[in-house]
């Protein structure tokens, strides 16, 4: 059974920074490509970043790119999501999760399975 504990959240002015964390145990972690979703109260999860197995490619949401990079360290199974130019639209709990492709986890935001806590990124203006 996959654990997923995110963690780094907070509260931070518009135009702020920050960065969140995810660890992951019980599995092969560099086996999986990885991805963040973020949900906003009274709205679904939704997909935000992903990155494949080693690290060379990414792919991004529009609403976040140009402002958010995903990455991950196969050696720490930890993956992270560096924030910046925050927005109050960016306030949500953001979770991260796994795949066995980018495109599968591009499409697992709806999905039930194994979800951490989530961690919860507060904006304000």
């Known amino acids: 059974q996959v654990q997923l504990v995110e963690s780094g959240g907070g509260l931070k002015q518009a135009g702020g920074s920050l960065r969140l964390s995810c660890a992951v145990s019980g599995r092969t972690f560099s086996d999986y490509a990885m991805g963040w979703f973020r949900q906003a109260p009274g709205k679904e999860r939704e997909f935000v970043a992903t990155i494949d197995w080693n690290g060379q490619r990414t792919y991004y949401a529009d609403s976040v790119k140009g402002r958010f990079t995903i990455s991950r360290d196969n050696r720490k199974n930890t993956v992270y999501l560096q924030m910046s130019s925050l927005k109050p639209e960016d306030t949500a709990v953001y979770y991260c999760?796994?795949?066995?492709?980018?495109?599968?986890?591009?499409?697992?935001?709806?999905?039930?399975?194994?979800w951490g806590q989530g961690t919860q990124v507060t904006v304000s203006s």
């Open positions: 999760n796994s795949g066995l492709t980018m495109t599968a986890v591009q499409r697992m935001a709806t999905t039930e399975g194994s």
